[in-house]
């Protein structure tokens, strides 16, 4: 998650699954040109302590640690807890 600077706000990543998305676990997947993969991302704003929400205005996404990332405006409402969720990569999620 990026601010409207696009740099990273602080945020705590948790890989799993979420109230949005079953995690199928990780695993070793090949794409072939054209092929798509998908993960889950969620973020509940969650309001514990009376301090300042953190909020994002972007996603940066890359296939590997080190690559070229890819950014996405996306309004997040982290809450105060700043917890993200997020499943592993697969060519379609579980159900």
Do not use: C, F, H
Not at 31 to 45: F, K, S, V
Not at 84 to 90: D, F, M, Y
């Amino acid at each position: 998650m990026l601010n409207g600077r696009r740099q990273p706000v602080k945020a705590t990543v948790a890989r799993g699954t979420s109230y949005l998305a079953i995690d199928p676990g990780p695993a070793r997947i090949r794409l072939n040109t054209g092929e798509t993969a998908l993960a889950a991302i969620a973020w509940p704003n969650t309001v514990e302590v009376a301090e300042d929400k953190v909020s994002g205005t972007y996603l940066a996404i890359a296939p590997r640690l080190g690559e070229p990332r890819l950014i996405w405006p996306a309004d997040t409402d982290l809450g105060t807890t700043a917890r993200v969720a997020l499943t592993a990569w697969r060519r379609k999620l579980p159900n």
